[in-house]
């Protein structure tokens, strides 16, 4: 989220409702090794990328 703020791709107030929406939408597992935190974090950033551009998208009325 704050990549996305830096590249100027969403707005300051957005940061936290994506990391809400990103963190709402992850499975959490107990205890994971280095390959599972690595690709949780992978995921949460192409979630944020999605609902990046989804939001966008909706945002000048175009719908995916």
Known sequence: AVSLFLDERIGFGEIA??????????????????????????WARGAAQAYSEDDAAHARGVSQ
């Open 17 to 42: 409702p994506l990391i809400e929406y990103v963190m709402n939408s992850h499975q959490a597992l107990m205890q994971p090794n280095l390959d599972q935190i690595m690709e949780a974090d992978a």
